[in-house]
């Protein structure tokens, strides 16, 4: 079974953390959130959500990770260094690193990990993207290698459906678009 890390920090998009957390659970896909400055995590809409660890507590190794936005969220990843061992380490494994909304270009285009590298985000953050390198697209989703970026929260499904279909095929996203009555 693949296990994947979801970084939960202070101010992070709600949409963007629960939708790929449900869906890539209902794939069978073990997700272990991880919380950044404690396991309860107030989102950007003042939701709360308990983290299934500390990240300064985490063990076990990762496939990969998924990386939600909102502001001051994915400030908030960036600036923690248990997500950037992790993020760095999975990313020059060749692992799985999914970003989406801010979090491409404010975790991961500062980190050069964008160098080289097709990427989307959410509108007005395209010049923090290309500054890090990558060559930025428009497309709701965006599949390089084993990056997957991601516009926001009216892609968080697509988003889910993508990680899903390169973790396990894109027949494993079928019963879950199907299920969920997405089009």
Do not use: W
């Not at 500390?54 to 990762?62: E, L, P, T, V």
């Not at 697209?137 to 929260?153: A, K, M, Q, Y």
């Amino acid at each position: 079974m693949k296990t994947l890390a979801l970084l939960l920090a202070p101010g992070f998009e709600e949409v963007e953390a629960v939708t790929p957390l449900d869906f890539l659970r209902r794939a069978g896909i073990k997700v272990v959130s991880l919380g950044i400055g404690g396991r309860e995590v107030k989102g950007a809409h003042d939701i709360t959500l308990y983290a299934d660890a500390d990240i300064k507590n985490m063990k076990g190794s990762f496939d990969g990770v998924v990386i939600p936005g909102g502001m001051p969220g994915a400030s908030n990843i960036a600036a923690s260094a248990e997500a950037d061992a992790l993020i760095r380490e999975l990313f020059s494994a060749g692992k799985l690193v999914a970003a989406i909304c801010a979090s491409p270009a404010v975790v991961l285009a500062p980190k050069g990990l964008l160098k080289g590298k097709k990427a989307t985000c959410y509108p007005g953050f395209e010049k923090d993207l290309q500054n890090g390198g990558a060559d930025y697209s428009g497309n709701r989703v965006v599949r390089d290698g084993s990056l997957i970026t991601s516009r926001g929260p009216g892609t968080a499904a697509e988003f889910a459906f993508e990680v899903i279909s390169y973790l396990e095929g894109p027949e494993a996203a079928k019963p879950i678009i199907e299920g969920t009555l997405q089009k």
